[in-house]
């Protein structure tokens, strides 16, 4: 069964945590000044990259500007597919400035960049499929957002309303399996938005609230190894039921911020 599971490589672009702390709180994880073990931090972040790396996986660096502690939350930058860049609008103002770093990256690295119109935080709330883009609202990204999306990628948008502030960003509630999968935690939806995914995806892999709090829906999978929080337990033995490789990366320091590895690691679809 596991040897059903086919990768297929990609890019990644991530930031290094130099300047990662926790300053402000703007999500339910974050208390203002918790002390971060940057070094810590530092090392589980290295392991993100060589997991990445030792799975043949191409991983870009945008370098760290000071005083923007969540820029290593890469996946909030942007969302990237066909080689169009839809840009990120921050909710929280601490956040905003990030926005010039990232596009001047991608600008560097030969993209345009569209700049949004209304609050959308990137692969956040923006989750490609392959076929449908899946949109969270309810915390961050907006409706009027979602509607910007479509327009720009002419892809089909499905919007999906968030409903368990833990879980405010939809990367902390679904992942992408691959072309035809999902795993999500249904009550961090609302009823509607679950009735929508259940059809969309009749055999996803379903977590548990204990999945779901340790940050196990906030995985990477590249269609066959998925690198998820070790402490996400039952989801990690759904997966490896399932014939996905489970890749076990401890994220724990950024946890502290409301972040774990997909957040650490944008996409590029070129
Ligand atoms: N502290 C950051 C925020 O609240 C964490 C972002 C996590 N990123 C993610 N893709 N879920 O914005």
């Not at 069964?1 to 999500?27: G, K, T």
């Not at 990259?49 to 890469?74: K, N, Q, S, W």
Request: hydrophobic share 40%.
């Amino acid at each position: 069964m596991s040897d059903s599971r086919v990768p297929r490589r990609r890019r990644y672009l991530v930031c290094e945590p130099r300047h990662f702390a926790v300053q402000y709180a703007i999500n339910p994880w974050m208390q203002p000044d918790v002390r971060v073990d940057v070094d810590l931090a530092h090392q589980q972040w290295q392991a993100l990259i060589g997991a990445y790396r030792a799975h043949g996986h191409d991983v870009d660096t945008v370098e760290p500007a000071p005083g923007l502690p969540d820029m290593v939350f890469a996946a909030n930058s942007a969302v990237v597919v066909d080689g169009r860049v839809f840009g990120s609008l921050f909710h929280a103002p601490e956040r905003r400035p990030e926005s010039t770093h990232y596009d001047t990256w991608f600008k560097t690295a030969g993209f345009d960049v569209h700049r949004p119109g209304s609050v959308c935080e990137g692969e956040g709330d923006l989750v490609w499929t392959g076929r449908y883009m899946l949109a969270g609202h309810g915390f961050r990204t907006t409706r009027e957002a979602h509607r910007e999306v479509q327009e720009f990628f002419g892809h089909p948008v499905i919007s999906l309303t968030l409903v368990d502030p833990r879980f405010y960003h939809l990367d902390t509630a679904l992942f992408v399996l691959d072309d035809d999968n999902v795993s999500y935690y249904p009550e961090a939806f609302s009823p509607g938005s679950r009735e929508v995914l259940a059809r969309l995806f009749p055999n996803a892999v379903l977590a548990t609230l204990d999945d779901a709090l340790a940050f196990g829906l906030n995985s990477v999978s590249d269609g066959r190894h998925v690198f998820i929080a070790p402490q996400a337990e039952a989801l990690t033995t759904a997966l490896a039921d399932r014939g996905y490789v489970p890749v076990p990366v401890d994220l724990s320091e950024f946890r502290k911020a409301g972040g774990g590895i997909k957040c650490c690691t944008q996409e590029i679809r070129s």
